[in-house]
């Protein structure tokens, strides 16, 4: 079993930055890739961001430029930087991951974005 906890979000003012946080309960170098996922009220999640245990990167074309995911392996955390937000931002940032071909997912951290 693999335990996600998201933290981070809030409330912010369009052009502002967060970031997120995704503390896992096992080694993040033992998962092989971590992604977090957003929610939009009335929309299907979306992948925003994905880091695989090489440190593959892939970032949605929506974000791009704007977000980063990185992995602290010290800290069994996975980070997603937010900058340059806008309104369209809004949503409960999920993360997830993937280890030994099962998936886990956080409960979601709720992020707002005012214009």
């Known amino acids: 079993q693999v335990q996600l906890v998201e933290s981070g979000g809030g409330w912010v003012q369009a052009g502002g930055s967060l970031r997120l946080s995704c503390a896992a309960s096992v080694s993040t170098s033992s998962v092989h890739f971590m992604s977090w996922y957003r929610q939009a009220p009335g929309k299907e999640r979306e992948l925003v961001a994905k880091?695989?245990?090489?440190?593959?990167?892939f970032t949605a074309d929506s974000v791009k430029d704007r977000f980063t995911i990185s992995r602290d392996d010290a800290k069994n955390t996975v980070y997603l930087q937010m900058n340059s937000l806008k309104p369209e931002d809004t949503a409960n940032y999920l993360c997830?991951?993937?280890?030994?071909?099962?998936?886990?997912w956080g409960q979601g951290t709720q992020v707002t974005v005012s214009s």
């Open positions: 880091i695989t245990r090489d440190g593959v990167l």
């Open positions: 997830f991951a993937n280890r030994w071909g099962n998936d886990y």
